[in-house]
């Protein structure tokens, strides 16, 4: 088992920052440093949607992203402390949501959440125009 906790979310101006993370705790016998991890957000209303992870340690910790966040947002894991960070820049009033990371296995990882089989509880975070 995998629980999830994220935090570091808030309210901000458009063109802020902010700063997300997530700390796995496994049960003994699971290694974080196997699971595809990656961060999704969902508005009132929409889809959860995936925008961006970043794979097990053991098949590369390559980052992916969304074309919605690509080049304003940066994943990336500490596998040493079971950590996901999630650096949000140039913030938009259509980043307002809920976001989410998850857990899934590395073989499936990709930005679907039917990938992700362990989920957190979410984080808001807010951008005003």
């Known amino acids: 088992q995998v629980h999830l906790v994220e935090s570091g979310g808030g309210s901000v101006q458009a063109g802020g920052n902010l700063n997300l993370s997530c700390v796995a705790s496994l049960t003994p016998g699971y290694n974080y440093r196997n699971y595809c991890m990656a961060w999704f957000r969902q508005a009132p209303g929409k889809e959860r949607e995936g925008i961006a992870l970043i794979s097990s340690e053991t098949t590369g910790s390559i980052p992916d992203y969304d074309n919605s966040v690509k080049g304003r947002f940066i994943v990336s894991r500490d596998n040493a402390k079971s950590t996901l960070y999630l650096q949000m820049s140039a913030l938009k009033p259509e980043d307002t949501a809920v976001y989410y990371c998850?857990?899934?296995?590395?073989?499936?990882?990709?930005?679907?959440?039917?990938?992700?089989?362990?989920w957190g509880q979410g984080t808001q975070a807010t951008v005003s125009s």
């Open positions: 998850a857990a899934g296995a590395p073989r499936v990882c990709g930005l679907s959440q039917y990938h992700y089989k362990y």
